[in-house]
Every structure is written in structure tokens, then in C-alpha cells.
């Protein structure tokens, strides 16, 4: 275990649902992470968040809405999504500090995402 | 744009053989480096991280850093069935908080 869990663990969806995937991190950790990786593809990055700021949004479709509310839990708001969406959504976190040992990431064991 | 480049594989060699992934990086300014391991369905679980030219020893497995060749190798000695899985190279471009940036992934297939 990493320190990092998500809820739900799978996931199936009709395109005009309205779901949300949860992270949270129990390592005391200020940055968290989404990405996103299909099949057979390498990881994309969505957004990041550090100490509550989204710092980065990697052009991810509007249908995806990610909120921070500490820094201890980021969730990941999913409407009208596409088949194309079902993937693998994977959290991530790190110290989020300006020190080599802080640039770690340790991942969460992922939502399988089902679009139909 | 920074780029992380790996070979996509697979990589097959026999149980108990040395296994060696390699990676190169773009960014030449680039300070930290990490090996992740990921089995099929699983996430990412780190393995090594290097930060200085050189090797880095852990049990079985070693890092090796160039930064004048911009290549950041993973060996593997004693090769086990159980490290079949897909090796992920990531790169820190900066020092602080900036993203990793991943490479695609070595697909390992060691065969007993």
C-alpha cells in the first residue's frame, strides 16, 4: 500500500451520467495528481494540484472537472463522457516542496473506467 | 517540449539473466530520475530514483545516470518471472514541484 487510495475501484457509465472518482492521500503530502492511461498507451497527465492550487490543466476536455478541497483529497467530477474516455484514471501524490526527496510520486491503485 | 524515450518492446530475456532497460531524456537541465514498475491492470510502483552520475544500487536492481549522455539506464540482475511487468523511465525537467514527465514503458518478459 502507498499511502494513496481511490474509490471507486471500477466503474461503468452511460454517456449521460454524472459520476466522481475520489483520491486521498495519507501521507501528508501537498501535491496531488490525475492522469489518465488507456490501453496500451503511456500515462497523460491531467491535472495537478498543489497546497489546493490546480497548477496544471494538461488540455483535458471540459467533461472532466477536478476539485481539491484540502490537500488530502482530490476528486474527479465525469459527465457526459465518450467511450473514448474508458480508461484507466490513476491519483497521484508528492511532498510538493522545492527538495529532490518531495518530487516523488506515489500512486493509487487506479479506477477502471467502463464508458458504454 | 520535454520528451522521456523508451523502448516499447518487449524486451524477453531467460530467468536468471541480466535485464536493461534504457531511457534518454531531452531536457538537459533535468535533476531527478525514477524508475517505476507497473504490472498489467496495476498502477505505477516506484522502484529507484537517481539523482548523481553514476550507479545506484538496490538488491537486485541498479540505476545508472550519464547527464552528458542524457540516459538513465535500469538493470535488472537475476531475472525472476515475477519482474515481467512494464518499466516506466520518469523525468523531473527541473528541480522543485514541476511534473514528472513519463516515457512510454519497456515491456519485460522474463521467461523461465
Known amino acids: 500500500e502507498t499511502g494513496v487510495t481511490q474509490t471507486p475501484r471500477h466503474l461503468v457509465m452511460g454517456m449521460t451520467n454524472k459520476k466522481s472518482l475520489k483520491c486521498e492521500q495519507h501521507?501528508?503530502?501537498?501535491?496531488m495528481y490525475w492522469y489518465k492511461q488507456s490501453a496500451k498507451k503511456p500515462l497523460e497527465l491531467m491535472f495537478v494540484?498543489?497546497?489546493?492550487?490546480?497548477?496544471e490543466n494538461n488540455s483535458v476536455p471540459s467533461r472532466f472537472s477536478p476539485e481539491c478541497p484540502n490537500s488530502s483529497h482530490l476528486f474527479l467530477h465525469l459527465h457526459t463522457l465518450q467511450p473514448e474516455d474508458s480508461a484507466l484514471y490513476l491519483c497521484?501524490?508528492?511532498?510538493?516542496?522545492?527538495?529532490?526527496?518531495?518530487?516523488?510520486?506515489?500512486f493509487g491503485p487506479g479506477t477502471r473506467l467502463l464508458v458504454l | 517540449q520535454k520528451e522521456v524515450e523508451q523502448n516499447s518492446g518487449p524486451l524477453s530475456v531467460p530467468e536468471g539473466a541480466i535485464a536493461s532497460l534504457n531511457c534518454t531524456y531531452s531536457?538537459?537541465?533535468?535533476?531527478?530520475f525514477f524508475w517505476y514498475r507497473q504490472y498489467s491492470g496495476k498502477s505505477p510502483e516506484l522502484i529507484m530514483s537517481?539523482?548523481?552520475?553514476g550507479d545506484k544500487e538496490d538488491g537486485r536492481f541498479t540505476a545508472q545516470l550519464n547527464k552528458a549522455s542524457q540516459y538513465v539506464s535500469l538493470l535488472i540482475r537475476d531475472s525472476q518471472p515475477s519482474d515481467s511487468a512494464t518499466y516506466l523511465c520518469?523525468?523531473?525537467?527541473?528541480?522543485?514541484?514541476?511534473?514528472?514527465?513519463f516515457g512510454k514503458g519497456t515491456r519485460l518478459s522474463v521467461i523461465a
Open positions: 497521484a501524490s508528492s511532498q510538493g516542496q522545492s527538495s529532490q526527496l518531495a518530487e516523488t510520486q506515489y
Open positions: 501521507l501528508g503530502h501537498n501535491a
Open positions: 494540484y498543489n497546497f489546493k492550487e490546480q497548477t
Open positions: 531536457d538537459r537541465g533535468s535533476q531527478s
Open positions: 537517481i539523482y548523481s552520475n
Open positions: 520518469a523525468v523531473n525537467p527541473n528541480s522543485g514541484n514541476t511534473p514528472l514527465v
